[in-house]
């Protein structure tokens, strides 16, 4: 019976820290600057230049490669997860510019 309540426990646990990925925004955009624990960008027009603020617990990927922020560079285009309040970003996922 204890083994059960503890996994039921676990179980409510993972759902509740599992909750902002389950109910996420996501946008893309244009690199702007990417340091300081903030990314700044634009949409993919090059408008409406805004700012989010990065955690440490940020997942931040470069071309599927695990990325620090520092490494994502102007020019370059990102997908953003953030929560459905979009006060916490949950995900980065960052794509180098490639030249044609």
């Known amino acids: 019976m204890r083994l059960i309540l ?15 990925v389950l109910s996420a925004a996501v ?9 300081d624990d903030k990314l700044t960008m634009t949409d993919m027009n090059g408008k ?14 470069l071309d599927g490669e695990k990325a620090k922020l520092d490494d994502l560079k102007k020019g370059y285009t990102v ?12 995900k980065i996922e960052a794509k180098a510019k490639h030249e044609k």
């Open 6 to 20: 503890l996994g039921l426990g676990a179980l409510g646990l993972l759902l509740m820290v599992g909750q902002p």
């Open 27 to 35: 946008h893309e955009g244009i690199v702007v600057s990417a340091k």
């Open 48 to 61: 409406n230049e805004h700012s989010h603020n990065v955690s440490r617990y940020t997942l931040i990927t």
């Open 79 to 90: 997908k953003v997860t953030t929560s459905i309040d979009e006060k916490d970003v949950i």
